[in-house]
């Protein structure tokens, strides 16, 4: 962190500064110049965070050198992390492939779509039990019913599962049930939420928010391994832009920057990104020519009559036909596909 101290900023004003942060137990280094003082602190930073240091008299501006999320950061990190759940693997080398409904309905639809998403080279199906939806009318999940029908359907198909979490209470009841939980985009900033997950010990898929930048999602993935639980993936869809062709747009540059950034797997969501099934087959190439780790596809058994997002769901037929698709494209970057 570097302080840089005002044009006008006298000697007792940066020998108190010193003095609070020596105080904390980190070292500096002064650099006076002729129009400008600079004060480099060395040390764990988080021993200021309650000073206030922006608003001591004579402080100009304060620099940080370092990104506030430590342990989500490849400078902490340097060697890629592999998610292990179940019979999947995320990570590098690898190329996962997560589907099936947005919304958990019946018992029977969700067997046969585990069954059908196996078949076609899925190694986790994902079901929402928790549907927070933007209009309050809207189907809003089956709740406990639907972990229930998730775990089942593991036991039968040997998948691992994936459901979304929106309140502890969500959270205390999925972990009986399925083997990975999701933080939705509308919750990507909700801190208390984040946390929770963090302590439940089970890997978390983050989703990136509507509008969120890189740097805050990545710290809100902070606020998960702060809490013990390392086992975080992140997962593009989409954000809100202008554009109004697609449900959103989805921002393929974002992998090779958190490539460069984290060494959490990544992987991209194409239904929720476009909103239209038409384009999902494109985008899943595009999301593994890039370097994404996995897919999470929306896969349903009838979209039609689908009671959340059938627009952009695929059928059994051509959710097969993009697996048999995406097999070259994966051999081509030297993943595994279907692991």
Partial sequence: MIIVMKQNASEENVEHL???IHGKGLETHLSTGKQVTIIGVVGDKSQLTYDNLEIFEGVDKIVPVTESYKLSSKKFHPEPTT???K?????????TIIAGPCAVETEEQLMSIA???????ASIVRGGAYKPRTSP?????????????????S???????????????????AVKYVDMIQIGARNMQNFFLLKEAGKSGLPVVLKRGLAATIDEWLNAAEY??????????????????????????????????????????????????TGVRDYVPSLAKAGIAVGADGLMIEVHNDPENSMSDGPQSLTFQQFEELTKELAPYSSL???????
């Fill in 18 to 20: 010193i003095k609070v």
């Fill in 83 to 85: 998610i292990k759940v």
């Fill in 87 to 95: 019979n999947a693997s995320i990570g590098p080398g690898t190329l």
């Fill in 115 to 121: 069954k059908a998403v196996k078949k076609a080279g």
């Fill in 137 to 153: 009318y809207s189907f809003q999940g089956l709740e406990e019913a639907g972990l229930r029908y998730m775990k089942e359907a």
């Fill in 155 to 173: 036991e039968e198909t040997g998948l691992a599962t994936i459901c979304e979490v929106v309140s502890l209470d969500a959270i205390n009841t």
């Fill in 224 to 273: 998960i391994i702060s809490e013990g639980n390392p086992h975080v993936i992140l997962c593009e869809r989409g954000i809100r832009t202008f554009e109004t062709s697609t449900r959103n747009t989805l921002d393929l540059s974002a992998i090779p920057v958190l490539r460069s950034k984290t060494h959490f797997p990544i992987i991209v969501d194409p239904s929720h990104a």
């Fill in 333 to 339: 970057v030297g993943r595994a596909f279907g692991i």
